[in-house]
């Protein structure tokens, strides 16, 4: 498959009623990452080729690099294949790691507003949001990381820790794609994430508001992309069990994620009080022993 009309068509007719679906109707790709990394930009591109029509927003994109992207909307890229532009995390505390899971192991509703809630508050609302979801959505993870921020050696175990678990809950390792392609820093990031053992690593450079030409290089560079997506699906289908089972899988993982999260709070807490404690009774000690000198003068 070498020319684009070829590549275009491949994936324009992926059809998953014509793979081993096991009764997944849809795939939801799921474009998660940190705020401003070019997610929603990534959607529009990814519009702006296969549609070849002229550049449209479709997803929301901002001017600047704050965060944007506030409800989880979905913007069918063909019959099968449906994005998912998620809400963006800043840092990540362990109260947005829970959300990020949780929506990525699509528990929560889409095209909804995605509110931040710490702990019980997030149980809640994937119990609540179990009768609006589609099991039949299977789940492919994108991660989005721009070149232009750098990556040092010191945020590497805080993404490999994200990218580990979101692989844990969809069953496949999240496919890593670097925007911001032409930037000086390309080399060194894709080596800190080639030494995270992530599986597949794309660069590209979106199509912009600003700057939309169409060029050769970067028109094949996401047809490629999607031809990798396209053959990880087919893999990966095979050896999934129902959707129902799958989507419980999903539930349970996040769901001990969270619990495991309270607990490790609950203790840490507990662990303070203690150490203030011990704090308090050493402060007070000299006093005494002060006192007792007092005595014997
Ligand atoms: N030159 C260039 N600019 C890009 C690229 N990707 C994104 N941008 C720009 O970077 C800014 C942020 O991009 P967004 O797509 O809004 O990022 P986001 O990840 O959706 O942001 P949130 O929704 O806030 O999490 C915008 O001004 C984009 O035009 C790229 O590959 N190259
Ligand atoms: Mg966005």
Redesign the pocket.
Known sequence: MKTIPEMTNFINNFNIKDCNNKGFSRVLLQIF??????????I?TCKYVLDDTEFKIY???????????TERITYELTDTLTLV?N??CSVLNEYETGEIFAQLGNLLPLNKAVAWSKGIGLVDRIVEAERYIQSSDFIYPIF?Y?V?KGLTSEEVPEIKALLDTARNLTGICPLVLL????NPNLRAVRARFEDMDVERIFA???F????HLKTRGKHEDVLKLYIEVIRDIEFRMERMSSPEDEREKRKQFVLNFVYERELRKKGEDVEKKLREEARRKEAEKPQKESGNKCLFQ
Do not use: C, I, Q, W
């Open positions: 990452g940190y705020l401003g990394h070019g997610k929603s930009s990534f529009n997803a929301d994109v901002k001017s600047n690099d704050g965060g944007n992207t532009d809400r963006g989005v721009s232009k925007t911001h392609k032409t590209l450079e979106n912009t508001p600003e700057d």
